[in-house]
């Protein structure tokens, strides 16, 4: 792309995160800056495929002014979808089915139609597969990662993390005292997807005694000596941390529904709960934090990578740079060709600093 580029649009696909309207908040910045214009579509793609559904346009321009106090907000102003794939929409048929129909086009259309040069895609694995499927088609796109569960392999980090692991440790801070008091077990079950990320960095900042995660594959048994031994001591009690995605020796994932072809996860909190009751004796608990861990205010950290990739995703436009995604290496952020960055899953490395020094506390995995 030459420096001439003028129009560009921003979209935010996928599960929200803590740092999206920091995002969108540097990129309008960035391109205001260069004199060019910048418009948000509104929920992934669905508003340029149906602007009709949106009162105030589902082709947004962006100012300053609309987007100088956003930063520090959750969510995104522009509205996200998981179900908006357009290669594949879910589209209700007059005979009331569902059918998947591919209007990829349209949105190539969309953008000739409104004189778009390019689109900054901020999204997760499934987003940036969308995007890098619109490139094939012709579009120019540059991508921005984001995922609380931090499991894109091409970024050290991505934004919505800290603020996830932040809020998950404050609150298993403030289960160890009611399980203190009654002297339970309490199971704190954290999102993650297939990437054990958050239940480590929460698990081990929290002090928890033992950390389920989908990379070390556990074993109940050895999981109910630990915490049995635990609290047969002064202590008492026990905090045991369980990613969504973890899965015991052998065993599979548990999956809480396919509605939509959305695969969702959950459910384990529970089952590892009862079961621990059952195999201690102990009384036990379980909390879901669930979509708590993606709502609400995003930590500074996040707000500043926010910030940093959405100047840099607009730096990129104007390099000429196309299906490319930032990527932070630290100290810098550099552009990785973006069908190599969605190839790769960043699972914790079980010889990495956040397994060895969960150990070296005395936190079981269970395996
Ligand atoms: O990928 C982000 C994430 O929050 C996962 O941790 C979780 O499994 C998933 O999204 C939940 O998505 P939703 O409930 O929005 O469909």
Redesign the pocket.
């Known amino acids: 792309m030459t420096p001439k580029t003028k129009r560009i649009a921003i979209n935010t696909g996928?599960?929200d995160a803590p740092g999206l309207n920091a995002v969108i908040n540097s990129a309008v910045y960035a391109a205001r800056n260069l004199g060019w214009e910048i418009f948000g579509i509104r929920e992934g793609y669905d508003g340029l495929l149906d602007p009709q559904n949106y009162p105030d346009g589902g082709l947004v321009r962006l100012h300053r002014s609309t987007v100088r106090n956003i930063s520090h907000l959750g969510g995104t102003i522009l509205g996200t979808t998981?179900r908006g794939n357009p290669f594949k929409l879910r589209t209700v048929q007059p005979d009331g089915s569902v059918r998947e129909v591919d209007r990829s086009k349209e949105v190539i259309r969309a953008f000739r139609k409104n004189r778009l040069d390019a689109l900054i895609a901020v999204g997760?694995d499934g987003s940036l597969t969308i995007a890098s499927q619109l490139l094939d088609l012709g579009l120019r796109v540059v991508g921005v990662p984001k995922?609380?569960?931090n499991d894109l392999d091409a970024t050290t980090l991505s934004f919505g993390f800290d603020s996830a692991v932040s809020f998950a440790t404050e609150c298993i801070d403030r289960l160890h005292t009611t399980a203190q008091a009654h002297r339970r077990i309490i199971v704190v079950e954290v999102?993650?997807?297939h990437a054990g990320w958050i239940a480590l960095h929460s698990g081990i900042a929290g002090r928890a005694d033992a950390i389920l995660i989908p990379e070390i594959p556990y074993d109940l048994n050895r999981v109910a000596a630990h915490t049995k031994w635990k609290t047969a001591g002064p202590r008492a009690y026990a905090i045991v941390v369980a990613a969504?995605g973890a899965t015991p020796v052998g065993g599979e994932v548990i999956v809480r529904s396919r509605a939509g072809g959305?695969e969702?996860?959950g459910g384990i909190g529970e089952v590892v709960a009862q079961r621990l009751q059952q195999l201690t004796g102990k009384e036990s608990r379980a909390v879901v934090l669930g979509?708590l861990?993606?709502g609400g205010t995003p930590t500074a950290a996040d707000r500043l990578l926010g910030l940093t990739f959405g100047a840099a995703a607009v730096r990129a436009l104007a390099e000429g740079l196309n299906g490319v995604m930032v990527a932070l290496h630290p100290p810098h952020v550099r552009y990785v060709p973006m069908k190599q960055a969605i190839a790769r899953m960043k699972c914790v490395p079980l010889d990495g600093d956040g397994v060895i020094t969960a150990r070296a506390l005395g936190i079981t995995f269970g395996d």
């Open positions: 996928g599960g998981n997760g995922t609380i569960d999102m993650g997807r969504e959305v969702r996860l979509h861990l993606r």
